[in-house]
């Protein structure tokens, strides 16, 4: 049977094209590759299934293949020709290198998150173009969207369309049970399994949901199903949502493909462009994603400790340098020096307060002691904290502070401030 029907379409085609290999079923059709004689290329042949074709109107189907040939898109695999194989229509696209989804799928399983969404953008573009078009595929699914150059394309646009709108005009009432003829029942909209004279293009964002479902799962929502099964299930059912399948789903991307498999078309984005919006609201840091932001990572303790560490070595080397610094100009006066006028001057200049307040240093020789006041500042108790017996100060040239009238006694700071200013001005002058 294979050889016979290969030599029939070989019969259809000519010299004008060679068929090399059958590369297996399409769904609808029987695929082969040939080789076209006039351009020396690679091109695929498609040939509508003969329980198909029996039912469908060949001109019709031709005019609809036509229509679909008129679409020019990066994304898009377009169709070159088309014919009748003795009865069979068929017809002719480029071949494309690669693989299909169905193929990357089978033995990967999950995708990645970035690798669904540049796929997805990719066959998005090309049905917001067809759907611009007037075109609708109607079998969206992942034998149909070929992997090649790391570009995701979409071939058969326009293939189902043709085959119901022919088989209508012959009318073929029993071409809709066979369920192919109008998608595939794995990823076919409501309205498509109820066989809804309303099916429009939105029935290919429902069969895009789908595909999406089973790039970010490995399987279709209902898989494991009789055909008639899984039509009643994307009917009735509501498929397991696809966060708790795989909850590292962005949130954004798996409220999407909830959308799109809404059971009424109404409830469903309404165009390819709100889907591609979408897309890029999850893409950019200013949609969908959160915006990066710088976070200060925690020192670790060790590092912590070497940093103190070494600021506290550091600041202990800076002030042995300015104590030694200091030693070398002090060493460097003259011991025993007289005071020069200017050092007199500027002694002079200095407040009261700032004289009294200098204690003398410890290694100082100190005269005579001067007799006790007969009264203290504000009554004759002592106030706490002055010395029994004050003692006179004399300047010995290094210490500018230490120039104060030797016949003035030195008392706390807080009694000479609550002292009568005659008084302090009489000790002072006395």
């Given at each position: 049977m294979t050889s016979i029907f290969r030599e029939q379409v070989q019969r259809a085609l000519g010299d004008a094209h060679l068929l090399e290999r059958e590369l297996g079923g399409g769904g609808m059709s029987r695929v082969f590759l040939a080789h076209e004689r006039a351009l020396g290329r690679k091109v695929v042949v498609k040939v509508l299934l003969p329980e198909l074709a029996a039912g469908v109107n060949v001109e019709r189907f031709r005019r609809e293949i036509q229509l679909a040939a008129q679409l020019q898109h990066p994304h898009i695999v377009p169709l070159l020709s088309a014919g009748e194989a003795e009865g069979l229509p068929y017809f002719i696209m480029p071949f494309v290198s690669g693989e299909s989804l169905?193929?990357?799928?089978?033995?990967?399983?999950?995708?990645?998150?970035?690798?669904?969404l540049r796929i997805l953008r990719d066959v998005i573009s090309a049905l917001g173009y067809a759907h611009?078009?007037?075109?609708?595929?109607?079998?969206?699914?992942?034998?149909?969207?070929?992997?090649?150059?790391?570009?995701?394309?979409?071939?058969?646009?326009?293939?189902?369309?043709?085959?119901?709108?022919?088989?209508?005009?012959?009318?073929?009432?029993?071409?809709?049970?066979?369920?192919?003829?109008?998608?595939?029942?794995?990823?076919?909209?409501?309205?498509?399994?109820?066989?809804?004279?309303?099916?429009?293009?939105?029935a290919d964002i429902y069969a895009l949901g789908v595909v999406a479902y089973e790039m970010l799962t490995g399987f279709p929502p209902f898989s494991g199903r009789s055909a008639q099964a899984m039509l009643a299930a994307h009917v009735v059912e509501d498929p397991e949502p696809l966060e708790r399948r795989r909850p590292s789903v962005?949130?954004?991307?798996?409220?999407?493909?909830?959308?799109?498999?809404?059971?009424?078309?109404?409830?469903?984005?309404?165009?390819?462009?709100e889907l591609m919006h979408v897309l890029d609201s999850i893409t950019t840091p200013s949609g969908g994603t959160a915006a990066t932001t710088a976070v200060r990572l925690p020192v670790p303790v060790a590092?912590?400790?070497?940093?103190?560490?070494?600021?506290?070595?550091?600041?202990?080397?800076?002030?042995?340098?300015?104590?030694?610094?200091?030693?070398?100009?002090?060493?460097?006066?003259?011991?025993?020096?007289?005071?020069?006028?200017?050092?007199t001057s500027r002694t002079a200049s200095l407040p009261q307060t700032?004289?009294?307040?200098?204690?003398?240093?410890?290694?100082?020789?100190?005269?005579?002691?001067?007799?006790w006041p007969q009264e203290w500042p504000r009554g004759n108790r002592r106030p706490r904290g002055a010395d029994p017996v004050p003692r006179q100060l004399e300047f010995d040239g290094r210490n500018p502070a230490s120039a104060i009238p030797p016949e003035l006694p030195w008392f706390p700071t807080s009694r000479i401030r609550s002292a009568p200013r005659a008084q302090c001005r009489n000790q002072s002058s006395g």
């Open positions: 169905r193929t990357r799928i089978s033995r990967q399983g999950e995708f990645p998150v970035p690798e669904t611009s078009h007037g075109v609708i595929h109607r079998d969206v699914k992942p034998e149909n969207v070929l992997l090649s150059g790391g570009v995701a394309v979409v071939t058969d646009f326009g293939v189902a369309k043709a085959v119901t709108a022919s088989a209508d005009s012959a009318g073929a009432s029993g071409l809709t049970s066979l369920g192919v003829a109008l998608g595939t029942p794995a990823y076919m909209a409501p309205e498509q399994a109820t066989a809804s004279p309303h099916t429009d293009h939105r962005p949130p954004v991307l798996a409220s999407l493909v909830k959308g799109c498999l809404a059971k009424r078309p109404a409830e469903r984005p309404q165009s390819a462009a590092e912590k400790n070497t940093r103190s560490r070494g600021a506290l070595v550091a600041a202990s080397l800076a002030v042995l340098a300015l104590l030694a610094a200091g030693t070398v100009l002090w060493q460097g006066r003259p011991s025993g020096a007289e005071p020069t006028s200017a050092d700032m004289l009294l307040r200098s204690r003398p240093s410890p290694r100082r020789k100190f005269p005579k002691q001067i007799p």
